[in-house]
């Protein structure tokens, strides 16, 4: 599944064919995707101009002229293509593995007024497309639960410490808790715990004092979970299996893996004479290096 760094830069590539532009006709050729879609789905969006496009976690988000907001979520395999109005077409480029032809998984396109066409494709259907008045977002069932973003400010070493302290599960589940960071997936949790020196095995609560106040090991984390993200973002992203940039480029991230899908292979800290490993915590895989991550 796409994580937060490849849904903002699908975001970013979104941004400039979307905002200001409104739809002038909708396409949609099934009544759902993963969930059905919102009655009358088409007809709501048709004439409606896009303010803005922002991103919540794993979530894009549309905000139209009428105070509704579009929301999009990828799931697997959802991606987009924008056909441009001077008939110039952006493929969705090669993917990591084989795919079936697009048009057949081809189920939602947004025809906008300059004659672009942004075409939502989904061979999975595990994406999904919502209505929400934006007075209710905060509080809808999708978003209500969903912790901090981790590239914002509320992201400090204080913060966290307060919120892991007493914790006895490990720290890499804490991490991929959606209800106390909103975005961060398996991928770079793993990345940002090596950087950060820590085994994926200790348990969160050893990240905080007995007041709850943060330690070293806690401001590193931080710290680390901020920059491989920045990073996978100017890098386009990791492209794993069915992750597109909008523009169609594959992301680039994940040749600067230091852990993740490295099993058996050396660490790649200077001196380190570890071999990174593979374990399986709540039906995830971790990757780490035992000799670098205490």
């Known amino acids: 599944m796409p994580e ?54 794993k979530y894009l988000l549309a905000r139209l002229d009428d105070g509704e907001v579009l929301v999009m979520h990828l799931g697997m395999t959802g991606r987009f293509r924008i056909a441009r109005g001077n008939g ?10 084989r795919q079936t032809k697009v048009p057949k998984h081809e189920h939602i396109v947004f025809h906008l007024a300059d004659g672009a066409a942004v075409r939502y494709s989904d061979t999975r259907r595990f994406g999904f497309m919502d209505l929400i008045p934006e007075g209710e977002l905060e509080h809808h069932a999708l978003f209500h639960r969903l912790g901090v973003e981790p590239l914002g400010d509320d992201l400090t070493a204080e ?54 106040k943060p330690t070293k090991q ?7 979970i901020k920059s491989v993200l920045e990073e996978a973002i100017r890098a386009g992203g990791s492209s794993l299996r069915d992750y597109a940039r909008a523009d169609g480029r594959l992301g680039r991230f994940q040749h600067r893996f230091k852990v993740y899908g490295r099993e058996g292979k050396p660490c ?18 971790t990757f780490y290096c035992p000799h670098c991550q205490r």
């Open 88 to 97: 110039e077409t952006v493929k969705p480029g090669a993917f990591a593995h």
């Open 268 to 285: 790649r800290s200077n001196g380190c004479s570890g071999v990174v490993r593979r374990i399986v915590q709540n039906g995830r895989s």
């Open 4 to 57: 937060l760094p490849e849904v903002e830069t699908v975001r970013l590539g979104l941004e400039p064919v979307l905002v200001g532009n409104s739809f002038q006709t909708v396409e949609q050729r099934r009544k759902d995707l993963r969930f059905p879609l919102p009655k009358r789905f088409a007809e709501r969006l048709q004439g409606r101009t896009i303010d803005g496009l922002d991103r919540r976690a």
């Open 159 to 212: 913060w966290l410490a307060s919120r892991l302290k007493g914790k006895t599960a490990s720290i890499k589940a804490a991490l991929l808790d959606q209800r106390l960071i909103a975005g961060l997936g398996n991928i770079y949790a793993c990345e940002a715990l090596y950087r950060a020196r820590i085994s994926p095995l200790r348990k969160a609560g050893m990240l905080a004092t007995k007041t709850g």
């Open 218 to 224: 806690t401001q590193a984390l931080v710290k680390a």
